[in-house]
């Protein structure tokens, strides 16, 4: 049974910056990818920033975190981090971590929630004014 943890959410003043993370324990099978989503209250899921890595690295970014946001793999295993700086209030929300099995389909799908087979429980980041 696959299951995503993230960790690293909290509070913090407009313009900082916070580090989550999200392991992936057990086994995973095909072509395994992670990305982030996050949703703010009264909103629809979004996304924010998915990785590849079956063949090379690839990593993709929503228009309003590209600059602002990095997203990592660490090389030894399937945990992901999610560099978040220059954070703003309209950055509050619920953090998820997903993960998908059909990582070939990231070129294209990347956005989609409906391509990720694993969620995590969320984590809350909340950017105070």
């Known amino acids: 049974q696959v299951r995503l943890v993230e960790s690293g959410g909290g509070l913090v003043q407009t313009g900082g910056s916070l580090r989550l993370s999200c392991a992936t324990s057990g086994r995973t099978y095909g072509s395994y990818a992670m990305a982030w989503f996050r949703q703010a209250s009264g909103k629809e899921r979004e996304f924010v920033s998915a990785i590849t890595w079956s063949v090379g690295t690839s990593t993709y970014y929503a228009n309003s975190m590209k600059g602002r946001f990095t997203i990592s793999r660490d090389n030894a295993g399937n945990t992901v981090h999610l560099q978040m700086n220059s954070l703003e209030p309209g950055d509050t929300a619920v953090y998820y971590c997903?993960?998908?099995?059909?990582?070939?389909?990231?070129?294209?799908?990347?956005?989609?929630?409906?391509?990720?087979?694993?969620w995590g429980q969320g984590t809350q980041v909340t950017v105070s004014s």
């Open positions: 997903a993960g998908t099995e059909r990582g070939y389909f990231m070129e294209t799908g990347h956005s989609s929630p409906t391509l990720y087979d694993y």
